[in-house]
């Protein structure tokens, strides 16, 4: 064994240049699979910590009666701590109103250490006891006080009661004016000032409050926060079997936080760890498959020596040998090399995101970065070396069986059949004989071209699947912008019809520049005759002629906005509230194949038709089309709805709809909509949305993954393409004996290199004739799930991809043949020819 050590060493310090190509290949897939874990792990450990941050740090939450029971929940089983809070009671500091309303929560030492609060304090400390206090800045400064630590604030306690519906309403909920009523609950108190804090926006629990006090001994109704030693499956066990032996009720787990240590109360977990393992799996047999070929090329280059070694005694065993101790001796050194690059790659990777996605991937105390952690490197190295093991399972079979003869030979080079000789006939007739070698010299060793066209479909499916995906996720995303990628809309509110004009004046009063629009909408259906549908969109009517509209009331200054947007005269609708605009558009399974998603005008109208509008069971409006517009508004869509027809008329059309009460939307276009956003909520308007950063959020996670995606094809494209280079490299310096007899015959330097130049080519056109539909194939059906599971929109290929992945292709299989051909432009013929004799 000794010898076959000696002799495989030498093999391989002979030939480096094959050995550092494979070497390099063992890195990059080590690299890669190192990465994807280390990277999730990283991933993984950002989200853990954020969500502890923002939701805090525990894993259920038990409803207590009293401080006696939160004593013996400490003795639990796997309870490391508990934390406490109680709802102590609101208070205004003078007049109330917004400004100066406290809520004020009870809070002890583990609340403020599990909820990260530490972060928010700008001076002093927490309280200790029910009679300090810590208040927010906010609350000073709009307020013009002069607090700081050390002074005393006198307070009275008590419940704000929501008297419409009866109900105690809880923290800093907006002041309701006359629509609520304050419930003293004690006496005046006096508090130590012992703290001052920023606003707790960071934390979902916390932000509720702007005032926290120390907790007494004898308070009851507490809420108990729970942290595990240990999360696992059990917990949900353990929650219900601590409540029961302490007597209180389990009213929720933090399943946010469970969930990303792969806890649920289902089967999600399960499911989210096996798609993960079948992905490892996937990459390690893609590895294994690419280091099993070059271990094949490095077999055919040595068929010569194992027939020595079988020639002088060598036993099967020993020949098998030879092949792992190859792989092994090659392993060590890629191995750990390939574990190092993927760290490299993952800290590089991860960098790269955290400073393009600095407002997604940076979270107040923490970001994202990366975790080193023994498992992903473990799961890295065993990938490798379950690679290399499966890698030379089959060369290693092939080294065993090899024979004096096989080498004389050379079986295991060619395998030529009656079949193939007669190949090339259509090669030859647009590349003379020089295509017709080259189709004839790719089926001598069909194990080898099956090697490097595999190599090439895998790189081809895997990179265009993954950008499809990424590419119909920003689609999807795009839709509801505008080409700058900023919303239609930054703010959506909706308000009672009574305060609309509180809503306003509480936005201008803040000094904020921005365009309100007041709009109120309704489905409804009218009937419409059969020459008035568009037999192309039959889909689109209920029962044959009843058709859905989305009806929009607008106010008069944007109304007249959208006409002059669309060319449209306004003097024909002035002073006309049933008169409309229809946008005549919808996108839809509307076409004559249900699961066919379709573009186009529903109606076949003419302007100053009549619809007869139905809402319920006894409202009918009219109205007057006085303008259509039938192509698509990307503006007017996108702001209402895609899939149906949208009719916008004057809001004094929906006078019989309206009262106090009617709910108003307002679409606020601002470069200031967090403030916008802020300004409605703290005016008490319940239904605000912050549409421009929800948009710009779901916007950077998708330009995350089709970063990700790119990275990751880029590194697939590069193992696959050195894998290839090696091949073809290594193929060509076995067949220098073939070389030298077609030489010899008279092909010259620059025959010989367009015969190889159109191997390469029938290379690569052979991997794409079942890349490409293959892939195509995945496209639709990724297409299919997100169209059905979001919003539906028209099927389309992106062609520019699919050209780029056929560039790409020729791109390495010419690289790799002229970088092969280099080594065999000088070959000499009687040389060769004596070499191969023997």
């Known amino acids: 064994m000794e010898t076959i050590f000696t002799l495989t060493l030498r093999t391989l310090q002979q030939n480096k240049k094959r050995a550092f190509l494979t070497i390099f290949t063992i890195i990059l897939s080590v690299g890669m699979m190192t990465a994807v874990l280390c990277g999730g792990w990283s991933m993984l450990r950002f ?33 490391e701590n508990v934390s406490l809070l109680r709802f102590a009671g609101s208070s205004f500091y003078g007049e109330p109103s917004n400004k100066n309303l406290l809520a004020i929560a009870e809070i002890n030492d583990a609340f403020v250490e599990n909820f990260y609060l530490e972060q928010y304090l700008l001076e002093g400390r927490y309280p200790f006891n029910e009679n300090e206090i810590v208040l927010t800045q906010d609350f000073i400064d709009d307020n013009g006080l002069t607090f700081s630590v050390g002074d005393t604030i006198q307070l009275l306690l008590g419940t704000r009661v929501w008297d419409e519906i009866d109900t105690e309403l809880y923290g800093l909920v907006n002041y309701l004016g006359d629509r609520e009523s304050f419930h003293p609950d004690t006496a005046e108190r006096t508090y130590t000032i012992v703290g001052i804090v920023s606003e707790m926006n960071g934390s979902k629990v916390a932000s509720d409050f702007n005032a926290y006090i120390g907790i007494s001994n004898n308070e009851t109704n507490l809420s108990a926060f729970v942290k595990c030693k240990d999360i696992s499956k059990s917990i949900y066990a353990e929650a219900e079997e601590n409540a029961k032996a302490v007597g209180g009720i389990v009213s929720a787990f933090h399943s946010d936080l469970l969930i990303y240590h792969g806890v649920t109360a289902g089967k999600g977990a399960v499911k989210m760890i096996a798609a993960v393992a079948v992905v490892i799996l996937l990459l390690m047999a893609a590895c294994s498959a690419m280091i099993s070929n070059v271990l094949s090329i490095s077999l055919q280059e040595r068929i010569k020596q194992l027939g020595m070694l079988a020639s002088i005694g060598a036993t099967s065993k020993q020949k098998k040998a030879s092949v792992t101790m190859e792989a092994f ?42 975790y080193i952690y023994w498992l992903p490197f473990l799961l890295g190295a065993i990938s490798g070396i379950g690679s290399l093991f499966f890698a030379c399972k089959t060369p290693g079979k092939i080294a065993s069986k090899v024979t004096v003869i096989d080498t004389l030979k050379q079986t295991n080079i060619y395998q030529v059949k009656q079949k193939w000789i007669t190949h090339g006939k259509l090669m030859s007739i647009f590349f003379g004989i020089y295509g017709s070698l080259a189709s004839k010299n790719i089926h001598r060793n069909p194990k080898r071209f099956r090697a490097i066209t595999l190599s090439i479909f895998l790189a081809v499916v895997l990179g265009l699947s993954l950008y499809s995906f990424s590419d119909f996720m920003l689609f999807q995303t795009s839709m509801d912008m505008k080409e700058d990628g900023s919303s239609y809309t930054d703010v959506q509110a909706a308000v009672p019809y009574k305060d609309l004009a509180t809503a306003a004046k509480a936005i201008s009063d803040e000094g ?28 689109y009517f209920i029962n044959g002629n009843f058709a859905e509209l989305y009806v929009v009331g607008i106010d008069e200054e944007h109304f007249r906005a959208i006409c002059k947007e669309n060319d449209l005269n306004y003097t024909g609708y002035d002073g006309k509230p049933n008169h409309g605009i229809l946008f005549n558009h919808a996108t839809g399974n509307y076409g004559t194949s249900p699961n066919r998603v379709v573009v186009g005008s529903p109606f076949v109208l003419e302007n100053g038709c009549k619809i007869e509008l139905e809402y319920g069971d006894d409202t009918n409006k009219t109205v007057i089309v006085q303008d259509i517009v039938n192509g698509n508004n990307a503006s007017i869509q996108s702001q209402f709805v895609q899939d149906r027809a949208v009719l916008i008329v004057p809001m004094s059309f929906f006078q019989w709809l309206l009262n106090d009460d009617t709910a108003i939307e307002l679409t606020i276009n601002t470069a200031q909509h967090e403030e916008v956003a802020e300004c409605l909520a703290d005016t008490g308007f319940f239904q605000v949305v912050d549409v421009a950063s929800t948009t710009e959020n779901s916007r950077q996670t998708y330009m995350l993954l089709k970063m990700m995606v790119c990275i990751f094809t880029v590194l697939m494209t590069m193992i696959i393409g050195l894998n290839v280079c090696n091949t073809i490299s290594n193929t060509i310096d076995v067949r220098r004996s073939e070389f030298a007899v077609l030489r010899s015959v008279g092909m010259t330097s620059g025959g010989l290199k367009k015969m190889l130049l159109l191997e390469s080519v029938l290379y690569g056109m052979k991997s794409l004739i079942f890349a490409i539909p293959i892939s195509l194939i995945i496209h639709y059906v990724m297409y299919s799930m997100i169209s059905k599971g979001m919003t539906p929109f028209v099927f389309y290929i992106n062609w520019g991809a699919y050209g780029i992945a056929v560039i790409m292709v020729a791109l390495v299989v010419v690289t790799a043949m002229l970088f092969s051909l280099r080594s065999i432009e000088k070959v000499e013929i009687v040389k060769e020819l004596k070499t191969g004799s023997m």
Do not use: C, H, W
């Not at 954020?50 to 009666?65: N, Q, S």
């Not at 090399?337 to 940076?362: N, P, Q, Y």
């Open 512 to 539: 904020i520049s921005a365009d309100i629009s007041y709009r109120i909408s309704r489905y409804m259906t009218a009937a419409f005759e059969e020459e008035n549908i568009n037999s192309d969109m039959a889909g």
């Open 47 to 79: 989200l853990q910590e954020k969500e502890a941050v923002y939701g805090g740090d525990y894993a259920y939450r038990i409803e207590l009666t009293s401080q006696q029971q939160a004593e013996t929940l400490m003795q639990g089983k796997n309870i």
């Open 329 to 370: 001796l090659l392993g060590i050194i890629g191995i750990p090399l390939g574990l190092l690059f993927g760290l490299g790659l993952t800290v590089v990777v991860l960098a790269m995101i955290r400073i393009s996605f600095k407002d997604t991937f940076t979270f107040g105390m923490i970001e994202l970065k990366t």
